[in-house]
């Protein structure tokens, strides 16, 4: 296809975006035939035109939501039929439900047979509009009129052969564009129309030049590697699939997919799901101003005790590295002198002359954070989650565990799950790994009462004086 080329997972979502507007809409055309036309429910007046075409547009609207909240629209072409079946009857369900009890609670005919069969007439449009686009897919892929670029990363024998593969099962969809060998050792040459690289520290030149859309790792690698080439994809929001053979290595560290039809495992980038997301990100904003709101007097008081209990501003703006690499301003109440003893130290330490008399009792039972939930609010931060760190220390951080940066896909939090295990600061990369294994927990294991239980113990905490001084 010549032009610009188009992402094979876009694409893949646009298909579905239109299998799902045609059956959405039939199965609407079909519910207002049963409801109205089919003499087997009590026909009320008939509603006008532009009602029946304002109640089609709130449908559309409202299953699109649903689909997208509960990870519908994704690259499902790649996983097995059954899967993409399973989670669609789930989606259908969790909105019928939702329909039935606002629309036909109150109604005089039975919500026990209006949800019987609109469940089972939605269910066959959208899995019949999934099958089709599925079929398309198929046959776009085989002609080539769609394709997912890849590089390969391997040994020549793996990259060759793999390559080979994807000219004999073009459903597959892939396009191997680059081999980058992991060893230096492997030959230069080669008769394959691709482009041949023998560092791998190039691979993010290699994927700014090639702009492919996935990295296919297929041979051997020690751990250590693999976690970079999986760091660095994440962080490029790009997919990443390996060798099955090398699974054992990922186990446990990053989320793993089977894949339908393509001899290899993908390795999710995403953390949470779009429905993980929004009710985390509604939380925050709900949870955010209630504290700012009914706390609001004595948030003033404190306010007003910095100020007049030492020289300078009532908040302390500090740069640090939020979602994504992202830079943001994140708010304190002062807790420290302006002019302040030459320590070369970024965190507290025991008994620290900088900090203010008032900055002690703030610091102590952690109320010099509040400020941050103005933060959280405007979605810099989350309430809870891994701690933001100043620029200058993700990037010493990041160079010494390749790893470190996974934490920076989710927004930072006010407390998290280290946060509320710690016993004492210190400054060393041991402690660092350390606090990374309880920041990967939370991420790989978030939930909604997770975050309630890591508040609740937070403000026990705050009881207590936990914090450093």
Known sequence: MKGKKLNTTKLQILFQLLFDFIAISLSFIFQYWFR??????????????????????????????????????????????????????????????????FVYFDSKNSPKMMFIAYFIIFSFFISTGRFFNRQIQKKLR???????????????????????????????????VSFIFTTKDEPNQNNLPVKIYTDLNLLEAVISDLKPELIILLSESNNKQLLEIANKASMLNMRMKINPDLYNLVTGQTKATSLWGIPLVEISTQILTPWQAFMKRAFDIVFSLLVLILGSPLWFLIGLLVKTTSKGPILYVQKRVGKDGKIFKMLKFRSMYLKQPNINSFWTITNDPRVTPFGKFIRKTHLDEIPQFYNALIGDMSVVGPRPEIPRLVEEFSNAIPEYKRRLKVRPGLTGW???KYTEYEFSLDEIRNRLKDDFYYIENFSLLLDLEIIIRTIWLMFKGHGQT
């Open 418 to 420: 280290w946060q509320i």
């Open 36 to 101: 109205f036309h089919s003499g087997l429910i009590p026909t009320p007046t008939l509603p006008d035109f532009e009602i029946t075409l304002i109640a089609l547009v709130s449908f559309l609207l409202f299953w699109y939501s649903i689909f997208f909240l509960l990870g519908m629209y994704k690259n499902w072409y790649e996983m097995s039929p059954f899967s993409e079946l399973s989670s669609v009857i789930k989606s259908v369900l969790i909105g019928t439900l939702i329909i039935t009890f």
């Open 142 to 176: 085989k002609s080539k009129i769609i394709q997912s670029t890849a590089i390969l990363i391997g040994n020549y024998t793996d990259c060759s052969d793999f390559y080979e593969k994807t000219k004999k099962s073009p459903n597959w969809g892939l396009k191997p």
